[in-house]
């Protein structure tokens, strides 16, 4: 199971981190996140897939940051249309659309980008398009009928274990875990001895 690391920001916690190898870290670029990206990213590892987040950002920002930093991946966090994801992954990284849900969700709104995405990312309806530290029902997603895999998102942390544990054992096409919030000192700092467990307990499965 491939594991992104999100909201990173310090250049020592980034490098602390690569060092536990996760398949991704994530970079957020939204003024209104408290996990808002500034500065530069140390060398890391190049097999650890650098990703940057962004909502409703236009197409030349997004290209200008992949340009600067390199980014092997996309995770869009707004309102992006099939047609604006298709011209991201044109620039040639994985692209992840984001989807947040909470009580219900019509996953029929998912097939005008099948076929375009390279992974939806289901996270959880909040205040903040991202980060809010909160699970949703993952029962939900025993409705999920396509053939995109996916990434799981939203609160995840090592209290959520034994859930994690279960929703792995489905058929679900889930691609990577994606966590951030629960293993945070503080926003966009990350407690290492916290993701050496996580990552311990995960790579066991």
């Not at 999920?144 to 279960?166: P, Q």
């Amino acid at each position: 199971m491939k594991i992104k690391v999100c909201g990173m920001r310090a250049p020592e916690n980034i490098q602390e981190v690569a060092a536990l190898n996760p398949d991704y870290m994530g970079f957020i670029f939204f003024e209104k996140s408290a996990r808002n990206f500034s500065g530069g990213i140390p060398k890391i590892d190049a097999n650890i897939k650098k990703t940057g987040v962004f909502v409703n950002a236009t197409f030349e920002f997004i290209q200008a940051k992949i340009n600067e930093f390199d980014f092997k991946a996309v995770q869009l966090h707004g309102k992006e249309s099939p047609e604006f994801c298709q011209e991201i992954k044109i620039l040639g990284v994985e692209v992840f659309k984001v989807f947040s849900v909470k009580n219900n969700f019509d996953f029929s709104i998912l097939n005008a980008y099948e076929g375009i995405v390279d992974y939806f990312l289901f996270d959880t309806k909040g205040e903040q398009p991202g980060g809010n530290g909160f699970v949703f029902d993952w029962e939900l997603l025993r409705n999920y009928k396509s053939k995109t895999s996916f990434i799981l998102s939203g609160g995840i942390g090592l209290n959520e274990i034994n859930a994690v544990k279960e929703i792995l054992k489905t058929d679900l096409p889930i691609h990577a875990l994606d966590i951030n919030s629960k293993f945070e000192i503080e926003p966009a700092l990350k407690d290492i001895d916290q993701l050496k467990e996580f990552f311990k307990i995960i790579r066991r499965e």
